[in-house]
């Protein structure tokens, strides 16, 4: 990267361009996290039971207001039982409906350099089937 400001800190103190180096670290960890958090979403909605298992660790606990969720073998069964719902629902001629979670006010805390704490609002907007939105969670 050749940007200006790049070039202004070469010209600086060490320890100023190191202090710039951590701060660009910091920017970079907030997008990662971002974008899995996106990768969780899509997966989700997506009903896709691998990309949704692969955003936690192996020995990830997920707990939700209605249930815990003990390693990714668990959580991976999240997706695959809605797949199994949204096919069961097919199967008695009812066409499922797209469910879509929307996050905001998204909030990123960086407590060490291996642990991160992210909080946000989600809800669901449901295709309805007379063509309205409904929105709920």
Do not use: C
Not at 69 to 98: C, K, M, W
Request: hydrophobic residues 40%; glycine residues 8%.
């Amino acid at each position: 990267r050749q940007s200006g400001w790049f070039i202004s800190m070469k010209s600086g103190s060490a320890a100023g361009i190191a202090t710039h180096l951590v701060r660009l670290d910091l920017v970079q960890d907030r997008a990662e996290i971002e974008e899995l958090v996106v990768h969780y979403i899509t997966a989700l909605d997506g009903l896709d039971a691998e990309a949704y298992a692969n955003v936690f660790t192996e020995d990830a606990v997920y707990e939700t207001p209605i249930a815990v969720y003990e390693g990714r073998d668990a959580i991976r069964a999240i997706v695959t039982d809605l797949q199994e719902s949204a096919g069961e629902s097919e199967v008695d001629g009812v066409n499922p409906l797209g469910l879509y979670h929307v996050m905001s006010n998204s909030s990123i805390e960086l407590i060490s350099g291996t642990e991160a704490r992210h909080t946000s609002y989600a809800q669901t907007v449901r295709a309805a089937e007379d063509g309205q939105f409904i929105v709920g969670f």
